[in-house]
């Protein structure tokens, strides 16, 4: 039987149950943190124990597991994962490993690699393979897919480096990949072309932020490559209304796609961005934006419009458990 790691260790990948297959449970930057947090906005014992609530309260909703996509560039920090994962037994957390940027490159990567001032092979290629297979840092705590981005400005010289990186690091481990994508600009298809041209397996690669889009065309292009699409921001309505993400899942359902679709929020138990009013600026930005959303509201929703109970079972159980196969 095929296993996953976990925060916990490898999983039959049976065991996965209902996922969510795009969720965070802290960005926190640990500059911004370490510098303007501590003593301010931040406080760790509390942060921690209103993480277990909410996620215990989602496994309480028949969730057994949550794909964290959070690397560098979103304040991984894989002690404080553990500490949550510790005091929530009934669900497997899965983390990830990669580097999340719009734009630039890493200082730390930009001297190192081939033809550059330190000539050699690209160690983020070495870095990710080795949260891969040995583990992030001194965790003991082994990523199970990898993540990169690529944002409206298309395939700049400092993410294209970090997408071949993250493609070849596939290549070595078979590891899946998680994209993020604007959906808007359409950058899916930039993604899947360079990751196809580096050898991944695109059966492999969940590009997310699909659901953002309501462009059939443009969601059926990127499916038939044989890429999973990302249903993943339901609540956060500032780019797509829930309404809308649930009639789009629904037609493609009716095409034949509920194969190669997944479900989730894309939301977290905290997030810096909003410095320390994360807890007043989430219900006012995106009063849905939250674990159950999906469980209270979206399902109904899309049994309503066609969507068979087969098809929800097939994005929550089937297709997370065939991507980390």
Not at 134 to 140: E, K
Request: hydrophobic letters at 40%; aromatic letters at 8%.
């Amino acid at each position: 039987m095929p296993t996953v790691n976990t925060i916990r260790g490898p999983l039959d990948v049976d065991e996965l149950g209902q996922t969510l297959m795009h969720e965070h449970i802290f960005i926190v930057s640990t500059e911004h943190l370490d510098n303007y947090g501590k003593g301010a906005w931040w406080d760790e014992e509390f942060r921690v124990a209103d993480a277990v609530t909410k996620l215990n309260a989602v496994a309480a909703k028949g969730v057994r597991t949550l794909v964290d996509p959070t690397v560098w560039g979103l304040g991984r920090y894989i002690p404080r994962v553990q500490r949550v994962a510790e005091q929530v037994p009934g669900l497997n957390i899965v983390v990830a490993t990669g580097i999340y940027s719009f734009e630039e490159l890493p200082h730390q990567y930009e001297y190192r690699g081939p033809g550059l001032i330190i000539d050699g092979p690209d160690p983020m290629i070495d870095d990710f393979v080795r949260d891969l297979t040995d583990g992030i840092a001194d965790t003991g705590v082994r990523a199970a897919f990898l993540k990169c981005v690529v944002e409206a400005k298309g395939l700049t010289p400092g993410v294209e480096r970090i997408c071949r990186a993250v493609a070849r690091a596939h290549v070595r481990t078979g590891a899946p990949i998680t994209v993020h994508t604007n959906a808007f600009a359409q950058s899916g298809l930039l993604a899947l072309d360079l990751f196809g041209k580096e050898g991944v397996d695109l059966t492999k690669v969940v590009v997310g932020h699909a659901g953002d889009s309501n462009d059939l065309d443009y969601l059926m292009r990127m499916a038939d490559t044989g890429a999973i699409l990302g249903m993943d921001r339901f609540g956060l309505d500032v780019y797509n209304s829930t309404a809308q993400r649930v009639a789009t899942i629904a037609a493609l359902c009716q095409r034949g796609y509920a194969d190669r679709m997944v479900l989730s929020h894309d939301t977290a138990c905290f997030m810096d961005y909003f410095g320390g009013t994360w807890d007043e600026a989430r219900p006012t930005l995106a009063p849905n934006w939250r674990y159950d959303h999906i469980h209270d509201d979206v399902l109904a929703a899309l049994l309503h419009s066609g969507v068979t109970d087969d098809q929800i079972e097939q994005m929550l159980v089937f297709n997370p458990k065939r991507y980390f196969s």
